[in-house]
């Protein structure tokens, strides 16, 4: 199965900061099939990105995704409030899906 | 809107077997998609545990787990179910269920909000 190692595990922004978030995989993800994901206290994972690159319904353009093969990027352009949480990437491009272990963004 | 939420006891005994549901609301479970469930161990990372079409005719489990598990899905009732058997302190986590948005595995969205369950005597 794919590994996916996330990092950094914690990262300490300011609200208004750019957030630079890595996810990278053991082996090269199929045709960029990898998804992020955000998770607040007590909710569900919200999808934010799939397809490596292309947005959800309804989230934000300062979220961005970028990469390929192995390694692949989330950026926070300009940090809300409420951007603060844990997120995670997963591969679907082979079985089993997994995900990363998660970064988590917390207020400096 | 579709929206998907679990249900079913949230504390099982050691060496008996989980039994969850998921109902669909706002669509219909016969649209054609797949349909998932993930768990997440309290503080930990999340885990895909399998997908089964629409129809029931096609399943994918995590190798993992795949000797334990079973999706099953009613489309009269508009839900699917998930059953884990020979549970231990291990399988204490959140469960959730999602669409995968391509085939057995896909990005999943939505999620349902999830439900917790506890193995413990």
């Known amino acids: 199965e794919i590994v996916l190692t996330q990092s950094p595990g914690t990262l300490s922004l300011s609200p208004g900061e750019r957030a630079t978030l890595s996810c990278r995989a053991s082996?090269?993800?199929?045709?960029?099939?990898l998804a992020w994901y955000q998770q607040k206290p007590g909710q569900a994972p919200r999808l934010l990105i799939y397809?490596?690159?292309s947005r959800a319904a309804g989230i934000p353009d300062r979220f961005s995704g970028s990469g390929s093969g192995t390694d692949f990027t989330l950026t926070i352009s300009r940090l809300e409030p409420e951007d603060f949480a844990v997120y995670y990437c997963?591969?679907?491009?082979?079985?089993?899906?997994?995900f990363g272990p998660g970064t988590k963004v917390d207020i400096k | 809107q579709l929206q998907l939420q679990e249900s079913g006891p949230g504390l099982v005994k050691p060496s008996e077997t989980l039994s969850l549901s998921c109902t669909v609301s706002?669509?219909?479970?016969?649209?054609?998609?797949?349909w998932g469930w993930i768990r997440q161990p309290p503080g930990k990372g999340l885990e895909w545990i399998g997908s089964?079409?629409?129809?029931?005719?096609?399943?994918s489990y995590n190798p993992s787990l795949k000797s334990r598990v079973t999706i099953s899905v009613d489309p009269s009732k508009n839900h699917f179910s998930l059953k884990l058997s020979s549970v231990t302190a291990a399988d204490t986590a959140i469960y959730y269920c999602?669409?995968?948005?391509?085939?057995?595995?896909?990005?999943?969205?939505?999620w349902g909000q999830g439900t917790l369950v506890t193995v413990s005597s």
């Open positions: 999602a669409r995968p948005a391509a085939g057995t595995l896909g990005w999943f969205d939505p």
């Open positions: 706002g669509g219909s479970i016969s649209s054609g998609y797949y």
């Open positions: 089964i079409f629409y129809s029931g005719t096609t399943t």
């Open positions: 082996q090269s993800v199929t045709s960029t099939y």
């Open positions: 397809g490596a690159f």
């Open positions: 997963q591969q679907y491009g082979s079985s089993p899906a997994t």
